[in-house]
């Protein structure tokens, strides 16, 4: 997901480690570039902060001056705007192409949803004027989900639902049934993604995962691995329920034995394979 | 557990065929091990009558359902195996159907045996296989001695037979003649990402005719079998009589496990275990290394297959 000046994204997140595959691109692409960067913290102190970006082999200290990370300091949506924009032209004055902003938006919850929305309609202008480019970030753990959904008609080409989304397969959250959407074609290529994306939606529901196949019209053997390896690692009582699975699959699932897997669920009624 | 048993015996007559099961199966169930007959419906039959009530403790299948294609059989067998292989031995009468195969299918099934001897070699199976001298060529009795280790009249007492081959060099005869060229109407291309074999075996399966689930399984196969050669790779579809023909080749490489793909996957991933899968869903998979690379030629069934 590579961004440019003017586009306003989010990201939502359960944990520290989902934050990685959407900020760690955008930090250190615009250190690889032209860009300024800016991180703003809330709840998490500035120095935990500096602790990721370094996980991410990032290295705010030889970035001194370019990467800069802070905790908000108000939380007036006018006063943070305004301090925005000015570093924004700040940033191109110093001759950067443009400042990339990322923050924690947790202050939100404290302030209320008409505030937040406040912020985000005039954080746009600043993205619209090509100065800047922003991922704002959002912990699922203290957002409504309703307030998630609303927040995504505010952001460019985002989706707080969408764990991944490659050449091949795009993997989405579902509500109900609580689980995992997916789109696209399964191999080597999406299989980790699959793997991480089921493993957090393993430990975010309490009961049985459903997985929609609906749309997907090509897995291999290493993605029906890591559905049976999810499915069997459940524990007792609950299941992994592939739902509208593509007729071939059913019979590759049977062919290996895999409809047997303990905790594993196949449901038949998908789509078939066509490139 | 017990080391693995697997013997020919050629009967020529229902008594010499019942001579060698009865006994070989009423020792098995006295012993309480699982014991799987898979022969003829006319050797069910047979057998069947003889045992009288000891028949129901006996597992049992038609021998041409029981894995239509030889990686199934040996797949089969196998899982018979893991699913009883809390017994110290199991005990299975293997019949193959030979009448009315065709010489590619003789050859396939005949290398099946000989590679069970390396495929089973870990489990506690004694089997033994049943050559009716009645209406099996002589080739196939001979080559019997060559892919069994020892021989079986009675059901209980083994002699060696001196005939027995290495199965590697066995296999080796078997699979020493080249394949045939593509023919010249195949589509062929060089394709350097996995992804694309799949698009390419679909697009080409579609223009021959082959579409739904046969097509969506052939792509699979595909995949599957690039996976384990490797990219860049080149490759080509044509229809042969009732198949769909598909060849992958990549050059400077050599696959040099013969039974590669012929155990089923078990909790472990192994790099086999893609090929093992295109096998399944194939009716053949052919593989040969030469000095200049390495073919897998995958025999889907054709679009006008009818299944009744």
Not at chain 1, 178 to 203: C, F, M, T
Request: charged share 25%; net charge negative; glycine share 10%.
């Amino acid at each position: 997901m590579r961004m440019g000046p003017g586009e306003h994204r989010s990201v939502a997140f359960s944990d520290e480690a989902e934050l990685e595959p959407v900020l760690a691109p955008f930090v250190s692409e615009g250190l690889a570039g032209r860009d300024k960067v800016l991180y703003i913290t809330d709840v998490t102190h500035p120095a935990v902060a500096v602790g990721l970006l370094r996980g991410w082999g990032i290295d705010p200290d030889a970035h001194a001056g370019r990467l800069e990370v802070r905790a908000l300091g108000t939380s007036d949506p006018d006063v943070m705007v305004a301090e925005l924009t000015e570093a924004a032209h700040r940033a191109r004055a110093e001759g950067y192409r443009a400042l990339r902003f990322t923050g924690e938006m947790s202050w939100a919850v404290r302030e209320g949803t008409e505030t937040l929305t406040a912020f985000e309609t005039q954080v746009q202008a600043v993205f619209d004027s090509g100065l800047a480019m922003g991922v704002c970030q959002y912990d699922r753990r203290v957002f409504p989900p309703v307030t998630l959904s609303e927040l995504q008609r505010l952001h460019t080409g985002t989706d707080v639902d969408l764990e991944f989304d490659g050449a091949l397969l795009r993997i989405r959250r579902s509500a109900r049934p609580p689980g995992l959407d997916l789109d696209g074609e399964i191999d080597a290529n999406g299989v980790g993604e699959l793997a991480r994306a089921l493993s957090s939606a393993v430990r975010r529901e309490r009961g049985d995962v459903h997985v929609d196949m609906g749309r997907i019209s090509f897995i291999d053997l290493s993605g029906l691995r890591v559905l049976v390896d999810t499915a069997t690692a459940l524990a007792e009582g609950r299941s992994l329920v592939l739902n509208r699975v593509p007729e071939h699959v059913v019979q590759l699932i049977r062919l290996i034995g895999w409809d047997r897997a303990p905790g594993l669920r196949v449901r038949g009624g998908g789509a078939r394979w066509s490139p | 557990m017990e080391p693995m048993i697997h013997q020919a015996c050629l009967y020529g007559s229902d008594r010499e065929f019942l001579d060698m099961a009865v006994p070989f199966v009423r020792d098995g169930l006295a012993d309480g091990e699982p014991v799987l007959v898979t022969t003829t419906s006319a050797n069910l039959e047979l057998l069947g009558e003889a045992l009288g009530g000891d028949a129901a403790r006996v597992d049992h299948a038609e021998t041409a359902y029981y894995g239509r294609r030889t990686a199934q059989r040996a797949t089969a067998f196998t899982r018979y195996w893991r699913r009883n292989s809390r017994h110290r031995r199991v005990r299975i009468l293997a019949e193959p159907v030979w009448q009315g195969r065709s010489a590619r299918d003789v050859l396939a099934w005949k290398r099946m045996e000989s590679g069970l001897n390396v495929l089973l070699d870990d489990t506690g199976i004694w089997m033994i296989c049943p050559y009716d001298t009645r209406s099996v060529g002589a080739g196939i009795a001979e080559d019997a001695l060559r892919t069994h280790p020892s021989v079986c009249a009675d059901g209980r007492t083994a002699r060696p037979s001196g005939a027995y081959a290495d199965p590697l060099d066995f296999i080796g005869r078997c699979d020493a003649a080249p394949l045939p060229a593509p023919p010249p109407d195949a589509t062929s291309a060089p394709i350097d990402e996995i992804n694309d074999v799949r698009r390419f075996v679909t697009e080409a399966a579609h223009r021959r005719g082959l579409t739904g689930e046969g097509a969506s399984l052939l792509a699979v196969a595909a995949h599957e079998a690039a996976r384990y050669l490797g990219m860049p790779l080149t490759a080509a579809v044509w229809a042969g009589f009732g198949s769909l023909v598909c060849d992958l080749r990549r050059p400077g490489k050599a696959i040099s496990d013969p039974l590669a793909g012929f155990r089923p996957p078990g909790p472990v991933e192994r790099a086999e275990d893609g090929l093992w899968l295109a096998r399944q869903v194939c009716d053949h998979v052919d593989v040969r290394s030469d000095a200049a690379g390495c073919t897998i030629r995958l025999h889907a069934s054709g679009p006008r297959l009818q299944t009744g």
